[in-house]
């Protein structure tokens, strides 16, 4: 490429079934990350090509192994579509209706936790409570109906109903559902969930709504080494001319486990720089 300086801000590699396989030695090495296991973001797109290129031009690849789940992805796809496992008032349980998990949990602790269920799958369960419109989209522009036109979720009037769409076991669910009540009107869960939001309320009409999901790969925190110019480096920490990352494809910028919404910062921060310096580099 015949050009003063080039940006590389490709994206990670969670996408890329083998490559992540033989990366991943981290917290996630006693899990098959094969296509059993989706992507949140679109896969064609997430193929990490761009940390190639930048290794092949001398930078060195760090932190590879950190790689982050997500407790909502969508069976097939890995995409976070449909209900969402974040917000209140929604219980996770099994495929025998049981709750196994702290719904407030960290993402890789319910990870860890839903891999230890039936099938490393579990189902996140809502009411009229969090869906008191079926037309009405929620925070991510879906609506009830349009789930259950696309067959995505299930429902019932009553949970003896919504437990036999689900599949599951009746007393379990009603059992389950009954034990998150009780923490939200006081009590202790066994599983640790602290009723401490305004906005906990008691689930006990309906219509009941189930979405089944799964982990996914949701964020590859390992990539190409770069310094606080923005710069791509080798392994001796020197800059490569005229090379510059930022992004996802970039590694060691939120440690093991990246907090939510840090992407933003970490896109808007370091892409300002590298552009900016880019393009100093380029006019000097």
């Known amino acids: 490429m015949n050009c003063g300086a080039v940006v590389i801000a490709t994206g990670g590699f969670g996408g890329n079934v083998e490559y992540r396989q033989k990366v991943n030695t981290g917290v996630w090495k006693e899990v098959v990350l094969d296509d059993s296991i989706g992507c949140t973001n679109i896969k064609p797109c997430a193929q990490g090509e761009g940390m190639v290129l930048a290794e092949n031009a001398g930078a060195e690849l760090i932190c590879l192994s950190d790689i982050q789940l997500h407790p909502c992805g969508t069976p097939g796809t890995g995409l976070m579509e449909d209900i969402r496992t974040s917000g209140r008032n929604r219980i996770f349980v099994n495929t025998d209706g049981k709750r196994f998990v702290n719904e407030g949990a960290e993402r890789d602790v319910l990870c860890k936790n839903i891999f230890a269920q039936p099938d490393g799958t579990y ?67 066994e599983f640790g969930f602290v009723a401490d939001n305004t906005a906990d309320a008691a689930m006990t009409e309906g219509p009941w709504y189930a979405c089944r999901k799964v982990p996914t790969v949701h964020h590859t925190m390992g990539g190409i080494r770069v310094n606080v110019e923005s710069e791509a480096c080798n392994a001796d920490g020197e800059p490569i001319p005229g090379l510059y990352a930022a992004g996802e494809c970039t590694g060691g910028i939120h440690g093991e486990n990246r907090l939510g919404g840090n992407a933003i910062a970490d896109c808007m921060t370091f892409g300002r720089n590298a552009g900016t310096n880019a393009a100093k580099y380029a006019l000097a």
């Open 123 to 189: 189902w996140v369960v809502v009411n009229t409570l969090r869906y008191p419109d079926p037309d009405e989209p929620d925070a991510n522009g879906a609506t009830i109906n349009n789930m259950l036109a696309l067959g995505h979720i299930v429902t019932g009037d009553t949970v003896e109903a919504l437990a036999g769409e689900m599949g599951v076991d009746a007393a379990n669910l009603q059992a389950s559902i009954d034990a998150y009540n009780a923490v939200v009107e006081g009590g202790t869960d």
